[in-house]
């Protein structure tokens, strides 16, 4: 699986957009980009994936460069509750492989 | 909708005892993985189950065992426990069915050895 570089910690306004980036430069053709989040010490939830197009669910928007070398997950309003670390995690898919955790960003939600 | 189950959520353990963890996955997930996770760090990965057979290992030490029973539920066997085996334990269910899918995760079984 690629490597994947995160910023350790971010802020974000409550109310305002979160947009957390990532960098997988040596992310090969059929890898995926999954989204999973961790609020403290509760089990890792996913949030999104994709390949090459950009994906929006209602949690989140995943927006990967035409290159596919970095990704960003858009949380469009942000609220306390979204208060996470967020782990960018890049994958085959359709095999039952286990997910490589990196250090993730930890994203602070202020009021 | 059904989430993976694991139990206990807490265990509290001495050195050198046993300890087993259970995990129920969703239903129709042929896939369970279990991770660890020590204080302030990230999910590691242990191992995992398709079909009730070992598919992956990852750093799982030799004290412990697995295995996934024909229900589909999994049990997680650990032994001479040690003070650094305290962590939250998650396990997680997936499907192999489609191509592109995604792992969930319980709430975790939080090991203290003292």
């Known amino acids: 699986d690629a490597k994947t570089t995160q910023p350790p910690s971010m802020d974000c306004a409550e109310g305002r957009a979160a947009n957390l980036p990532c960098n997988h430069s040596t992310i090969s053709g059929n890898e995926y980009v999954y989204w999973y989040r961790q609020i403290h010490s509760q089990g890792p939830q996913y949030i999104i994936h994709g390949l090459k197009n950009n994906e929006t669910n209602e949690m989140a928007s995943l927006i990967i460069t035409e290159d596919r070398k970095s990704s960003t997950l858009i949380l469009p309003h942000a609220t306390l509750r979204d208060t996470a670390v967020y782990y960018c995690i890049v994958t085959l898919s359709g095999s039952a492989r286990q997910l490589t955790f990196g250090s993730g960003t930890q994203l602070t939600v202020l009021p | 909708a059904a989430g993976v189950i694991q139990s206990p959520r807490h265990l509290i353990k001495e050195k050198r005892e046993t300890a087993t963890l259970k995990c129920y996955p969703i239903?129709?997930?042929?896939?369970v993985y279990w991770y660890q996770q020590g204080p302030g760090q990230d999910p590691q990965f242990l191992i995992s189950?398709?079909?009730?057979?070992?598919?992956d290992k990852g750093s799982i030490p030799d004290r412990f065992s697995a295995q996934q029973f024909s229900d589909y539920h999994s049990e997680l066997n650990m032994s001479s426990l040690e003070l650094g085996d305290s962590a939250l334990y998650f396990c997680?269910?997936?499907?192999?069915?489609?191509?592109?899918?995604?792992?969930?995760f319980g709430q975790g079984t939080r090991l203290t050895v003292v």
């Open positions: 239903p129709r997930h042929d896939t």
């Open positions: 189950f398709y079909e009730k057979m070992q598919s």
């Open positions: 997680a269910s997936g499907t192999t069915a489609f191509m592109n899918t995604e792992a969930f």
